[in-house]
């Protein structure tokens, strides 16, 4: 019955176009068995048009496929960083006000995961990849997966320090030598959906498959890197006219590129430490790539050859993945979003192994970083980077594939989104949960809305404002209108019409001094109340608290 191709899933999926929500009646054990899985494919660190359906030059035809035969979102957010993005993604709540329920030292919590709403509706629940949720440390203990293989080793991509089930794995020296990161995930991952396949062929499933490329140090397979040797000699400046071609040619973006931004950097260790571990060559500024000498440009495309290779290999591991449903008869009623944690790094860091100059680059012994100048080719068109809300930090490719519910193909969606919509949009997919139970139902409402309308009809799910606050960094949207702060900026509010300016190069805040103080009232009201949701934050999550900015 698990393999069955359904014909009323589509039927119902027409229903929620308008008033009825899919699965409004009570799913009988036939209709149940028909539920779409859902598949959560996540990169770490990938910049908005990295990808070959983004406009970028690297190689990514497993992802390009998906976007072919299915959406491509044109404005959808993360929370700008790492672990708010991911607790946020898991429960449907922005970051400041996730408290939940198997948290230390605290009164009861009321944010519940993903698994721990589809679990009492039939579905297994997999986890394979980087976890990194402060708030709920262990995924099988505390986020409820039934299976979970977590690893834990962003400081090599070579050296395993993984969990499965939230039990350390034993490695023998065979097994450490032929490890690397994103084969590893994909290779759990394949085996949960095998054992799924014969253990529970009549549930539905939620893999959460979270790759950590191409988050730093970039390394990766030598062959892989090859393929980009001679890709990235023109520099980053040639790079961002060609993606944003790209993009506009396809109608993704219709802005242009803003300016190099040479402060934009965030700081974690000295600098002269960092030239004399990584050597001359480095350059720690996004500056024009002709004021770089011959050797500085030698180093830094080296540089960006291995990231692309991080990505290319993630795409090749996907396709691995889209095989086995394949095999199991489930990729047609799988619903696959494929989206990143945040814009790409400009962060520049050397930690765990260290950085042998002699080692060959992109190895195990290597600890290199992008850095700011190809942190801002990654994000073109958009302003800045990871952890930043600015554009470039925030943004982040979304591809919606489902050919059983979705008969669209290769269009795109400009309808806006943000990642705490992802847990309603599965709650719909997965027969119209109610998330909230009697002994739930004063908890506060989640902070997203379903995109499952927007899958058919364009722009048609509202948000009455999208927030965002990350370590001094502040920001609202409200329709095309974005207000936005940064520490680096001593706070000083910028307004933008994303319409046609998404890149944020004119700022509007002098010609519209009361939408800025009607916006910046919403901001802080809005920070008020996620606070008072979650009086009891982590040490995290304070960093995100309320400050006042300066106007």
Same mark, same amino acid.
């Given at each position: 019955?698990?393999?069955?191709?359904?014909?009323?899933?589509?039927?119902?999926?027409?229903?929620?176009?308008?008033?009825?929500?899919?699965?409004?009646?009570?799913?009988?054990?036939?209709?149940?068995?028909?539920?779409?899985?859902?598949?959560?494919?996540l990169?770490?660190?990938?910049g908005?048009?990295?990808?070959?359906?983004?406009?970028?030059?690297?190689?990514?035809?497993?992802?390009?496929?998906?976007?072919?035969?299915g959406?491509?979102?044109?404005?959808?957010?993360?929370?700008?960083?790492?672990?708010?993005?991911?607790?946020?993604?898991?429960?449907?709540?922005?970051?400041?006000?996730?408290?939940?329920?198997?948290?230390?030292?605290?009164?009861?919590?009321?944010?519940?995961?993903?698994?721990?709403?589809?679990?009492?509706?039939?579905?297994?629940?997999?986890?394979?990849?980087?976890?990194?949720v402060?708030?709920?440390?262990?995924?099988?203990?505390?986020?409820?997966?039934?299976?979970?293989?977590?690893?834990?080793?962003?400081?090599?991509?070579?050296d395993?320090?993984?969990?499965?089930?939230?039990?350390?794995?034993?490695?023998?020296?065979?097994a450490?030598?032929?490890?690397?990161?994103?084969?590893?995930?994909?290779?759990?991952?394949?085996?949960?959906l095998?054992?799924?396949?014969?253990?529970?062929?009549?549930?539905?499933?939620?893999?959460?498959?979270?790759?950590?490329?191409?988050?730093?140090?970039?390394?990766?397979?030598?062959?892989?890197?090859?393929?980009?040797?001679?890709?990235?000699?023109?520099?980053?400046?040639?790079?961002?006219?060609?993606?944003?071609?790209?993009?506009?040619?396809?109608?993704?973006?219709n802005?242009?590129?803003?300016?190099?931004?040479?402060?934009?950097?965030?700081?974690?260790?000295?600098?002269?430490?960092?030239?004399?571990?990584?050597?001359?060559?480095?350059?720690?500024?996004?500056?024009?790539?002709?004021?770089?000498?011959?050797?500085?440009?030698?180093?830094?495309?080296?540089?960006?050859?291995?990231h692309?290779?991080?990505?290319?290999?993630?795409?090749?591991?996907?396709?691995?993945?889209?095989?086995?449903?394949?095999?199991?008869?489930?990729?047609?009623?799988?619903?696959?979003?494929?989206?990143?944690?945040?814009?790409?790094?400009?962060?520049?860091?050397?930690?765990?192994?260290?950085h042998?100059?002699?080692?060959?680059?992109?190895?195990?012994?290597?600890?290199?970083?992008?850095?700011?100048?190809?942190?801002?080719?990654?994000?073109?068109?958009?302003?800045?980077?990871?952890?930043?809300?600015?554009?470039?930090?925030?943004?982040?490719?979304?591809?919606?594939?489902w050919?059983?519910?979705?008969?669209?193909?290769?269009?795109?969606?400009?309808?806006?989104?943000? /990642?705490?919509?992802?847990?309603?949009?599965?709650?719909?997919?997965?027969?119209?949960?109610?998330?909230?139970?009697?002994?739930?139902?004063?908890?506060?409402?989640?902070?997203?809305?379903?995109?499952?309308?927007?899958?058919?009809?364009d722009?048609?799910?509202?948000h009455?404002f999208?927030?965002?606050?990350?370590?001094?960094?502040?920001?609202?949207?409200?329709?095309?209108?974005?207000?936005?702060?940064?520490?680096?900026?001593?706070?000083?509010?910028?307004l933008?019409?994303?319409?046609?300016d998404?890149?944020e190069?004119?700022?509007?805040?002098?010609?519209?001094?009361?939408?800025?103080?009607?916006?910046?009232?919403?901001?802080?009201? /809005?920070?008020?109340?996620?606070?008072?949701?979650?009086?009891?934050?982590?040490?995290?999550?304070?960093?995100?608290?309320?400050?006042?900015?300066?106007?």
């Amino acid at each position: 019955m698990f393999a069955m191709k359904s014909k009323i899933i589509t039927l119902g999926i027409a229903a929620s176009i308008g008033a009825t929500p899919l699965y409004a009646q009570k799913s009988n054990d036939h209709q149940k068995y028909l539920r779409p899985n859902i598949v959560i494919i996540l990169a770490d660190d990938m910049g908005y048009s990295d990808l070959g359906c983004y406009g970028g030059e690297i190689k990514t035809p497993n992802i390009d496929k998906l976007s072919k035969d299915g959406l491509r979102f044109t404005q959808f957010y993360n929370a700008g960083r790492c672990w708010p993005t991911r607790a946020s993604l898991l429960t449907g709540y922005y970051y400041q006000a996730v408290r939940p329920s198997s948290a230390k030292n605290r009164e009861e919590g009321w944010s519940r995961t993903i698994p721990q709403l589809l679990k009492p509706q039939g579905y297994r629940c997999y986890h394979s990849g980087k976890w990194h949720v402060l708030e709920l440390p262990k995924p099988y203990t505390d986020a409820g997966f039934d299976q979970s293989y977590w690893v834990d080793n962003l400081l090599n991509q070579y050296d395993p320090k993984d969990f499965e089930n939230d039990i350390p794995i034993k490695y023998d020296n065979k097994a450490k030598k032929n490890y690397y990161t994103t084969i590893a995930i994909t290779d759990h991952a394949i085996k949960e959906l095998k054992e799924h396949g014969t253990n529970y062929s009549q549930q539905p499933f939620f893999l959460y498959l979270a790759y950590t490329s191409p988050h730093f140090p970039v390394q990766a397979p030598q062959e892989d890197i090859d393929k980009y040797k001679n890709t990235y000699q023109d520099g980053w400046d040639k790079i961002r006219e060609r993606r944003l071609a790209n993009l506009r040619k396809s109608g993704i973006v219709n802005c242009g590129l803003p300016e190099l931004e040479p402060r934009a950097r965030w700081y974690y260790q000295d600098d002269k430490m960092l030239l004399d571990t990584l050597g001359p060559d480095e350059v720690f500024e996004a500056r024009p790539w002709n004021t770089l000498n011959n050797e500085q440009q030698k180093f830094q495309s080296m540089k960006m050859s291995i990231h692309a290779a991080m990505v290319d290999r993630m795409d090749q591991e996907i396709g691995r993945v889209i095989m086995q449903l394949k095999e199991m008869d489930q990729f047609d009623n799988t619903v696959i979003f494929v989206l990143s944690d945040n814009g790409a790094s400009a962060e520049m860091m050397v930690r765990g192994r260290g950085h042998d100059k002699n080692a060959r680059p992109g190895s195990e012994d290597s600890h290199l970083c992008i850095g700011p100048g190809w942190a801002s080719a990654s994000n073109t068109p958009l302003r800045r980077s990871k952890a930043w809300v600015h554009e470039g930090g925030i943004s982040a490719p979304l591809i919606v594939h489902w050919p059983n519910g979705i008969k669209n193909k290769n269009e795109l969606r400009y309808n806006p989104g943000h /990642l705490v919509d992802m847990l309603p949009t599965i709650l719909e997919l997965a027969g119209n949960i109610d998330p909230y139970s009697e002994t739930s139902k004063d908890y506060p409402k989640l902070h997203g809305v379903s995109l499952v309308p927007s899958f058919y009809k364009d722009n048609s799910v509202k948000h009455d404002f999208i927030y965002f606050n990350h370590e001094g960094n502040y920001a609202l949207r409200m329709g095309d209108w974005k207000l936005v702060a940064s520490e680096l900026d001593k706070h000083q509010w910028g307004l933008y019409n994303l319409a046609n300016d998404r890149s944020e190069k004119n700022d509007l805040s002098t010609k519209y001094p009361e939408r800025v103080k009607m916006m910046k009232a919403k901001w802080e009201n /809005l920070t008020k109340n996620y606070k008072a949701q979650n009086p009891h934050p982590t040490a995290a999550q304070r960093v995100d608290g309320f400050v006042k900015p300066k106007h």
